[in-house]
């Protein structure tokens, strides 16, 4: 069933409820106005017929009591007849003709108790509604006056009245059931045009496409615009999730070829020594020092896979304030024993007692990842510098410097991206992992990362990390 028809049903329901308990309400209080109006004047009639009564003797009997004539207080649909204290008919109008008004031993009984009451009774094929008047002498009850009137009256007004409420309620009914359809119809309509863009969209999978939608900031506004948030989100997950997917079928391809490479290395030199395993001493130890290195390079590959797959699963390293100058001082020294015949300058422009929110392994390896870039791509007798800034809001910049190719412009970014080797390092020995390392360990400590070309030639990479206050941790 249609929404559309669902709330013209609705409507109509609501509707009908409220007309049958209005017009049921009007036809109660109606029906008891006419048949209080008969009461009061079936009544008003009775008391004026008592008054006129005059007693002519002892008033032993009905018989002595004179009656005035009843016809003058008769009417067409009104009729009057007196009765004495045994049943018997003692005066009648004549507009009752040969017909009498019931007389039920009930209504003897209940005279005698002094007191007028009506009553509801059948005659001639009518009812006719019936006020009984005890007629009391001195004292002493006498007889009993019947003031009728017929009820086709007011029947017959009810009637009327049940037929064209009946009528003007049906037509209200069905009046509203169109209008409410239409008016259903006209207000969903937006919804009939959100329903389609939203199901081209999905046949389509264009996630770019937006509802178009002018109206007020109503209901329906509000879900238009949280539909196009929803499908603007939908649109960059989407492009994230095909970035994934794209990133990690060229990481598998990657992984896949670079550790080819050094398997293909170890497999032919075992199966060298299998071979000649009664050659020349220096030839096995050399066949056995190319399965050490390329073993050590497969074991160095798998364990930066494996950090990796860590950042992919939302690792997060545990940090602890250190101070700049430990950490720093700690990597300075190391570092002095890996230049070989390069120049290391280590300078630092900071308060002793900057601290920072760190792994330390973590941070060790990020600055050995640099600076092994920077030792291994620059020439010999070329310098090597790192150098530490604190910076005005609470950031602490580390620079390493180098001599060596520098980057391809427009690679600055793509050189963090897994397994990417530039160009003017094709050739040399890694894996391309180590930037990608070193960016998930900067983003992990609330960081930034960036490469970027020196002027005299070289590259410089910076990093910045936020200072930690231990008084406000």
Known sequence: MHLRTKLTLLYTGVLVLVLFILTTALLLATSHTLYREVDEGIAARAASLVKSIRVTGSPFSL???ALPNVDVFATPDTYLQAVDTRGRVVSRSNNLGGQYLP??????????????????VQAGGQQIRVYNVPLVVEGQLVG??????????VHTLLNRLRFFIALVGTASIILAALLGWLLARTALKPLDKITGTAASIESGSDLSRRIDYTGPSDE????VVTLNAMFERLETMYHRLQQSYDLQRRFVSDASHELRTPLTTIRGNAELLLKMQAADPALISEALNDITDEA?????????????ARADAGFMPEKESVLLTELLQG????????????????????????????NRDYFSQLMFILLDNAFKYSPPCSTIGLTATVLPRQWVEITVTDQGPGLTPGEEDRIFDRFYRSENTRGQEGSGLGLSIARWIVNRHGGFISAVNRPEGGGVFTVRLPIHNSKGS
């Open 296 to 308: 050590r390079r497969l074991t160095r590959l798998v364990e930066d896979l494996l950090i990796l």
């Open 220 to 223: 329906l506004g509000r879900l």
């Open 103 to 120: 007389l039920g031993e009930y209504t003897l009984k209940y005279a005698l108790k002094g007191k007028g009451f009506y009553e509801t």
């Open 331 to 358: 990597v300075a020294r190391k570092a002095r024993f890996l230049a070989g015949d390069r120049e290391f300058v280590y300078e630092e422009h900071y308060s002793p007692e900057a601290r920072v929110l760190v």
């Open 144 to 153: 009993l006056l019947q003031v009728g009137r017929a009820l086709s009256t």
């Open 63 to 65: 018989l002595e009591v």
